[in-house]
């Protein structure tokens, strides 16, 4: 075994304390406060296992008592009585298999309750993290990591129920009774042999722990890479990266096929060595009882008696690597889950705070600081008011801090200092749904679920009717696209929205935000990805969209903003100028210059299309 090394006890002790902090997590879905229903099943579920454990201690008993009544005699009464037990025998080994699957059936839905909550939990948690979290995730690993830590919590809660301790129960029982009955050196053979055993078992399933650990790294890196990969499908095919993207994957399959087989080699070596111990100790046992029947210190049916109980500790002894592992597994799995659930959500609503109250729409600016880190600052005291009814549009080179300002508004992060507030109330004090509630927004890219068209639409506000979504669709200008569709509003716009075009996609996330009827209205470079002449066509869908509302427009494309009630021009986090855009052209300042130049651009795009 030459180059395996066993995990540092450091390591094994701060696992350990994992697994035990995992423990005290999941026994409350066990034993839930105001659940009696649940707290009965466990209850019943383990009287079924305990009378389970003390019908097949009894069998080997019976099973001993039958051959010493067929080898006494051959009178009638005592084959009769012989039968008598046989049958008593098969009846007591059917009723432990009875009990077992009863308990299985009480229990199913005490453990399915169990992963049900907290797959949710975790689900519900991942949405409530902040978007610093969500910008840095990888989405392939953390799915990963989801699926086998809600896996581990049934599998630890029946094994370590059902399987550990009443393994344990078992060799207590069978142990104390054998010594009891047979003396001393037996119980100091069983004794030892099990000692050995579990002390070999638990530490190379330690050290092959460390192994699976090191698996599962390698499994969530592929995962991860394979799925990073497929969602960006066109731009390997753009790069003829198909080879690149299969090396990085294999890449990490290499790994995981190393560790497999160290895996593989270490569970052969475990098995074997298990084999090893459990058959010494079976031997000598027999040995001595071997011994005891040909000096007549023990009968014929209490040899076949040994036998049985040996082979019934032994059976699960067998068992115990595996259960161990499996368990060990479990709480590496669900120890990363539960270290996901404790991420802490950055961005909180305040104890009791109130729903916000949006009576006009009203977006205060004040003073605005923020930075993403603290060496890199990047609003620098950004004050701007935007009354109600009026479209005050952001604009400036990249890095300027416009896209920002549209997360702080959302609060997807919490400003430095300075304030934002809607009608007055700070968008701290508030709870995030209802400003979420109060917001909508159309970003430079709509990304759309991949379902059908009107799913995608009526997923604006909660119960739509279809003629809410067609209406909504008929305001935003994509009805007859739609209707012309073979399925219509059933039309699957697959993942991401890919089946349908730029100006289709974004169509669709105006009629979703107009559906949610928001008071207020965030454009975030609704038009910067879209070609001259469909922008035209959605500035319209815009336009209908921003009616009534107060309108905070962060652009790219000049053009779109010309209308505006306010441009406000951002330069290195800081308001350079400001007014309308007549205004501002005349001022011959940053904002002219940037005319200009997308004008020149647009004139050189339209002159090399002509030729």
């Not at 051959?74 to 699957?101: E, I, K, N, W």
């Not at 087989?261 to 111990?277: K, P, R, Y």
């Not at 974004?506 to 470079?525: F, H, S």
């Amino acid at each position: 075994m030459a180059g395996w090394a066993t995990a540092s006890e450091d390591e094994i002790s701060r696992q350990k304390g994992s697994g035990t902090r995992t423990i005290r997590k999941v026994l409350p879905y066990l034993w839930p406060e105001g659940q009696f229903w649940v707290k009965w099943r466990v209850v019943v579920a383990m009287v079924l296992l305990l009378l389970a454990k003390i019908v097949a201690f009894g069998t080997p008993l019976l099973l001993g008592k039958s051959v010493d009544a067929l080898s006494d005699s051959g009178a009638s009464d005592l084959v009769l009585g012989a039968v008598g037990l046989t049958f008593a025998y098969g009846a007591v080994r059917l009723l432990a298999v009875v009990f077992q699957q009863l308990r299985d059936s009480v229990f199913a839905r005490v453990a399915q309750r169990a992963l049900r909550r907290v797959a949710l939990e975790t689900f519900t948690h991942i949405h409530n993290l902040s978007m610093r979290y969500h910008i840095n995730r990888k989405t392939g690993g953390l799915s990963r990591i989801i699926e086998r830590g809600v896996k581990g919590v049934e599998f630890l809660l029946r094994f370590m129920l059902f399987n550990l301790g009443p393994l344990i129960l078992e060799l207590v029982m069978v142990t104390a009774y054998l010594g009891y009955q047979l003396g001393l050196p037996y119980l100091g053979v069983i004794t030892s042999t099990i000692g050995i055993y579990i002390w070999f078992t638990f530490r190379i399933t330690e050290w092959r722990v460390q192994i699976r650990r090191r698996m599962n790294e390698q499994d969530t890196d592929a995962n991860q890479k394979a799925i990073d990969s497929l969602l960006n499908f066109e731009t390997v095919k753009y790069f003829g990266a198909e080879e690149r993207e299969a090396e990085r994957y294999d890449q990490s399959m290499r790994g995981y096929e190393k560790n497999a087989i160290i895996t593989a080699q270490s569970l052969a070596f475990l098995n074997g060595g298990q084999t090893v111990i459990i058959t010494a100790g079976l031997v000598s046992v027999m040995v001595m009882a071997a011994l005891g029947v040909q000096q007549g210190v023990l009968s014929v049916g209490e040899f076949v008696m040994v036998n049985a109980y040996m082979i019934q500790i032994t059976l699960p002894l067998g068992f115990l690597g595996t259960v161990y592992r499996e368990i060990r597994q479990a709480l590496v799995d669900m120890g990363e889950m539960f270290d996901l659930l404790e991420q802490p959500a950055e961005i909180t609503d305040k104890p009791n705070a109130p729903a916000i109250n949006v009576s006009s729409g009203k977006v205060t600016l004040d003073n605005l600081h923020f930075g993403y880190s603290e060496d890199r600052p990047i609003l620098k005291g950004v004050s701007l008011e935007v009354e109600h009814g009026k479209t005050v549009a952001i604009v400036g080179p990249s890095g300027s801090g416009k896209s920002t300002i549209g997360r702080l508004l959302f609060r997807f992060y919490d400003v430095t200092d300075g304030a934002l507030r809607i009608d007055g109330q700070d968008v701290r004090d508030v709870t995030q749904t209802s400003l979420h509630d109060s917001i909508g927004v159309v970003p430079q890219d709509t990304v759309l679920f991949n379902d059908t068209v009107g799913y995608n639409i009526a997923y604006g506000k909660a119960g739509a009717t279809h003629e809410d979504v067609i209406a909504a669709a008929k305001a935003a200008q994509i009805h007859d696209f739609i209707s012309s569709l073979p399925d219509g509003y059933e039309t699957t716009v697959g993942e991401r929205g890919l089946k349908l075009s730029g100006g289709e996609k974004q169509r669709v996330g105006i009629a979703r935000t107009l559906l949610k009827n928001p008071p207020i209205l965030l454009l975030d470079e609704a038009t910067s990805a879209l070609d001259t002449e469909t922008e035209h066509e959605i500035k319209e869908a815009l336009g209908r969209a921003g009616e009534g509302r107060t309108v905070l427009t962060i652009a790219h494309r000049l053009s779109t903003i010309v209308e505006a009630d306010e441009i406000v021009v951002l330069e290195d986090g800081r308001i350079v100028e400001r007014g309308h855009h007549d205004e501002l052209l005349a001022q011959d300042g940053r904002y002219a210059a940037l005319w200009h130049m997308q004008l020149a651009e647009s004139e050189t795009e339209t002159g090399v299309a002509a030729e």
